[in-house]
Nanobody
Framework: QVQLEESGGGLVQAGGSLRLSCAAS????????MGWYRQAPGKQRELVAR???????NYADSVKGRFTIGRDNAKNTVNLQMNSLIPEDTAVYYC??????????????WGRGTQVTVSS
């Protein structure tokens, strides 16, 4: 149903910046949460940042002060500005959406992921 499409990943040297974008399409209805997760080799998927419909933000401690999440409500997109990148940020980054369909039925949607590689 709802699909998410990420873009903006790539290869960058430590200290550089990247901006990830995610566009949602399909029968979205309403959005509770949009955010970003990442999964590094040999590690579990972890929350990077999220933004609720009420405007509350949450960041992983490892990215606070370096990453910024933002939304374009009119276009159903979410962005992640990543500055001062370090090799530990290397991972596949996944866009996430939690929405509600009629009857307050919750659903989750995940993007396919985009690779971010930070070299030293």
């Amino acid at each position: 149903q709802v699909q998410l499409e990420e873009s903006g990943g790539g290869l960058v040297q430590a200290g550089g910046s990247l901006r990830l974008s995610c566009a949602a399409s399909g029968p979205i209805f309403s959005i509770n949460i949009m955010g970003w997760y990442r999964q590094a080799p040999g590690k579990q998927r972890e929350l990077v940042a999220r933004l609720t419909s009420g405007g509350s933000t949450n960041y992983a401690d490892s990215v606070k002060g370096r990453f910024t999440i933002g939304r374009d409500n009119a276009k159903n997109t979410v962005n992640l500005q990543m500055n001062s990148l370090i090799p530990e940020d290397t991972a596949v980054y996944y866009c996430y959406l939690q929405g509600e369909s009629p009857g307050l039925k919750r659903y989750d949607a995940w993007g396919r992921g985009t690779q971010v590689t930070v070299s030293s």
